[in-house]
């Protein structure tokens, strides 16, 4: 299994010392809006960063709509094109769409419309993936952030009807927890399981969180699937107070249940 950590460019360093296998940086920090001139400092700034770029997530921004009466295909397709170019020279291989901001319903719009909406994004998305060697995967979200594609079942479901083979799903025990999802849907979703994110886990001396519990739970959910690719912390609840002490920490811990402590 391969680990690494959400969060800012400016991290990096910090991943590379205590011993994470990459960085999952947030693809609008790319600005795939802007030339190439002006990403051309962000893109040494994370070629320098010590670490592969191997995930990206926070995909599509609210102002690139997937659903709703001003989605713009022929801007989404440039946006997506530029950004998967980019994520693509950095050694990139899966992109996360949560993106709830932009694939949620607006007020008024035609829900009935919204499935459509999506699975055409997922295809033409998985299109442009394929083109450029990586993959697009779905994070189902929390239904108090987003009204579509909650469950990790119903993500598993969404990327099998996309019919697209680059086209997969993942599992965050923060979405999971806050949406009672059983953890029996994993084994469900196994075949379409393509990357895992998990909360800040438990830490000595940290106040405990509403997703500590069942965190280890989780984890073995996922073993018993036989899931063994990536893993990437991301701090929903905010625990990281001291991210350069704290860091090692978060990884022990995993690599302890997952990987034999190694």
């Known amino acids: 299994m391969r680990f690494g950590c959400c969060g800012p460019i400016d991290q990096m360093p910090t991943l590379q010392r205590v011993g994470y296998d990459y960085a999952e940086l947030k693809v609008v920090d790319l600005l795939p809006d802007e030339d ?13 960063g010590g670490l592969p770029a191997e995930a990206l997530n926070v995909f599509v921004p ?37 993106s709830g901001g932009a694939r949620s319903t607006p007020p008024g719009f035609d829900p009935g419309q919204v499935p459509g909406q999506i699975m055409d994004f997922l295809r033409m998305t998985g299109d442009i993936a394929a083109a450029h060697r990586m993959d697009l995967v779905i994070e189902p979200l929390w239904r108090e952030k987003c009204d579509t594609i909650n469950t990790v079942v119903e993500g598993y479901e969404a990327a099998c009807d996309s019919g697209h083979p680059h086209v997969w799903t993942l599992a965050d025990w923060f979405h999971v927890f806050y949406n009672e999802e059983s953890l029996a849907t994993m084994a469900l979703a196994a075949p379409r399981l393509r990357h895992i994110h998990v909360p800040v886990p438990p830490l000595a001396g940290k106040p405990e969180q509403p997703t ?45 249940r997952l990987d034999g402590g190694s």
Not at 36 to 48: G, L, S
Not at 73 to 98: K, N
């Open 212 to 256: 500590d519990p069942g965190f280890d739970e989780f984890l073995e959910a996922i073993v018993a699937t036989g899931y063994d690719r990536r893993i990437s912390v991301e701090d929903n609840g905010k625990r990281f107070s001291d991210f350069d002490a704290e860091a090692g920490p978060a990884l022990a811990y995993l690599k302890d």
């Open 36 to 48: 190439d001139t002006t990403y051309a400092p962000v893109r040494r700034q994370i070629e320098d």
């Open 62 to 98: 609210p102002h690139h709509p997937v659903v709703g009466p001003d989605r713009d295909e022929a801007a989404l397709r440039a946006y997506v094109t530029t950004a998967m170019g980019r994520m693509q020279e950095l050694g990139t291989e899966l992109v996360v769409f949560g």
